[in-house]
């Protein structure tokens, strides 16, 4: 055990003792935005999506189309932004509005 394991901190929020690690997830969680798909179901890191219309990418010179399902995305601090990785498409980003968590 290291010393980090045993700190308590009192959580105002929920009136209760928390390990201090576990405080400071909360307080990053809470930092964060929520990220919703186009109907509304709160993605997080490494979901799964798929598109619901064909995208052009800018850069590119490729078109995503729909039903295309991107793995494993990581959200960006926006809560309309999404990062992804797709085959031969390097720093894809998309917005969250065209996609549906699979």
């Known amino acids: 055990?290291?010393?980090s394991d045993d700190d308590y901190v009192y959580d105002e929020e929920s009136g209760e003792w928390l390990p201090a690690s576990e405080r400071a997830e909360r307080q990053?969680?809470?930092?964060?935005?929520?990220v919703r798909d186009a109907?509304?179901?709160?993605?997080s890191d490494g979901d799964q999506v798929t598109l619901i219309k064909d995208l052009d990418v800018k850069g590119a010179g490729q078109t995503l189309k729909r039903g295309t399902l991107i793995k494993s995305i990581r959200l960006t601090g926006?809560?309309?932004?999404?990062?992804?990785?797709?085959?031969?498409?390097?720093?894809l980003v998309l917005r969250a509005e065209f996609v549906r968590k699979r």
Do not use: H, S, W
Not at 28 to 34: F, G, H, L, N
Not at 78 to 91: L, P, R, T, V, Y
């Open 78 to 91: 926006d809560a309309q932004e999404i990062d992804c990785k797709f085959d031969g498409i390097k720093g």
């Open 28 to 34: 990053r969680r809470a930092a964060q935005p929520e």
């Open 39 to 43: 109907v509304g179901n709160l993605l």
């Open 1 to 3: 055990m290291t010393d």
